[in-house]
């Protein structure tokens, strides 16, 4: 019984940072209609900036969340001003690639900027351990779990009662009459990434913290795109919630059966679901197959 509780709770923590990833892939696509293939490089970089900030203040938690956070918003404007905008009228095969080449750049720039080596974070207070009746686990997992219910909330609130999540939620309906009525999808764009790398880059520091830093850190982007699929592309909250499905899934499966068919227990899933369910569980029928 413990053995499945222990499976059970590094699963909720592994899908919880699959699941703030999922978020960060649907939140672009809802507001832009565009799949951004260097999510995870994303998160990975914003990692490598949070170990550099953590080496300076001493393991700060505060210090290192605020800078990172920070440096998260401006990477994702930047990348979105220079490298994205100029693509949004060309065919949506172009900007993938673009993002897939993007992809490809950051993998490079951490092999440059750091280094190939696994590292340790350097937060001794994230790496704590924590008893829960017998099942033990570290601070950064449970900060993660908690740091997606919260991005579920503030997503659910910001799109329902927020001027600009309607605005977010027009653009993602109809771009064309959204702009005749007002509203600047340039700013809806420029918001969708911010959020999504705060929220990409919050997995890939907390994942980081419990397990290794490593250029390996980008492979969270590809296990959490069949969260997306599993909830729904143009489903925010679907894909947080396809996330702690997959990463319960992947550990259940490989604590029971064996490491090898863990790491295919996703895709498996992302088969099925667009075999049954196309548009995923909680995604609308209208969506657009890439």
């Given at each position: 019984?413990s053995?499945?509780?222990d499976?059970?709770a590094?699963g909720l923590?592994?899908?919880?940072?699959?699941?703030?990833?999922?978020m960060?892939?649907?939140?672009?696509?809802?507001?832009?209609?565009?799949l951004?293939?260097?999510?995870?490089?994303?998160?990975?970089?914003?990692?490598?900036?949070?170990?550099?900030?953590?080496?300076?203040?001493?393991?700060?938690?505060?210090?290192v969340?605020?800078?990172?956070?920070?440096?998260?918003?401006?990477?994702?404007?930047a990348?979105?001003?220079?490298?994205?905008?100029?693509?949004?009228?060309?065919?949506?095969?172009?900007?993938?690639?673009?993002?897939?080449?993007?992809?490809?750049?950051?993998?490079?720039?951490?092999?440059?900027?750091?280094?190939?080596?696994?590292?340790?974070?350097?937060?001794?207070?994230?790496?704590?351990?924590?008893?829960?009746?017998?099942?033990?686990?570290?601070?950064?997992?449970?900060?993660?779990?908690?740091?997606?219910?919260?991005?579920?909330?503030?997503?659910?609130t910001?799109?329902?009662y927020?001027?600009?999540?309607?605005?977010?939620?027009?653009?993602?309906?109809?771009?064309?009459?959204a702009?005749?009525?007002?509203?600047?999808?340039?700013?809806?764009?420029?918001?969708?990434?911010?959020a999504a790398?705060?929220?990409?880059?919050?997995?890939?520091?907390?994942?980081a913290?419990?397990?290794?830093?490593?250029?390996?850190l980008?492979?969270?982007?590809?296990?959490?795109?069949?969260?997306?699929?599993?909830?729904?592309?143009d489903?925010i909250?679907?894909?947080?919630?396809?996330?702690?499905?997959?990463?319960?899934?992947e550990?259940?499966?490989?604590?029971?059966?064996?490491?090898?068919?863990?790491?295919?227990?996703?895709?498996?899933?992302?088969?099925?679901?667009?075999?049954?369910?196309p548009?995923?569980?909680?995604?609308e029928?209208?969506?657009?197959?890439?």
């Amino acid at each position: 019984m413990s053995y499945l509780l222990d499976l059970l709770a590094s699963g909720l923590a592994v899908g919880a940072v699959y699941g703030l990833i999922a978020m960060s892939f649907a939140i672009i696509y809802k507001s832009t209609g565009l799949l951004n293939f260097s999510q995870g490089e994303m998160g990975m970089i914003i990692a490598y900036v949070a170990w550099s900030i953590s080496t300076s203040v001493d393991g700060n938690p505060f210090i290192v969340a605020i800078g990172s956070i920070s440096f998260a918003i401006v990477f994702a404007l930047a990348v979105e001003r220079i490298a994205i905008r100029p693509m949004m009228d060309e065919p949506i095969l172009s900007q993938i690639m673009v993002t897939i080449g993007l992809s490809v750049i950051f993998r490079s720039l951490v092999i440059l900027i750091w280094d190939g080596l696994p590292h340790g974070m350097d937060i001794p207070s994230g790496d704590a351990l924590v008893d829960f009746g017998g099942v033990r686990v570290r601070v950064a997992q449970i900060a993660v779990i908690i740091a997606l219910f919260v991005a579920i909330a503030a997503m659910w609130t910001f799109f329902r009662y927020s001027r600009f999540g309607v605005a977010m939620r027009a653009v993602a309906s109809d771009d064309a009459t959204a702009q005749l009525m007002g509203v600047n999808s340039g700013k809806v764009q420029m918001a969708a990434w911010a959020a999504a790398a705060v929220m990409s880059g919050t997995a890939g520091v907390l994942f980081a913290i419990g397990a290794e830093l490593s250029p390996s850190l980008y492979a969270l982007g590809l296990k959490a795109f069949p969260a997306t699929i599993l909830g729904g592309l143009d489903s925010i909250i679907g894909s947080a919630f396809g996330g702690l499905i997959i990463g319960v899934t992947e550990n259940l499966v490989g604590g029971y059966f064996s490491s090898g068919l863990k790491e295919v227990a996703g895709f498996v899933i992302i088969i099925l679901i667009l075999m049954i369910r196309p548009y995923g569980l909680f995604g609308e029928k209208r969506i657009e197959r890439l």
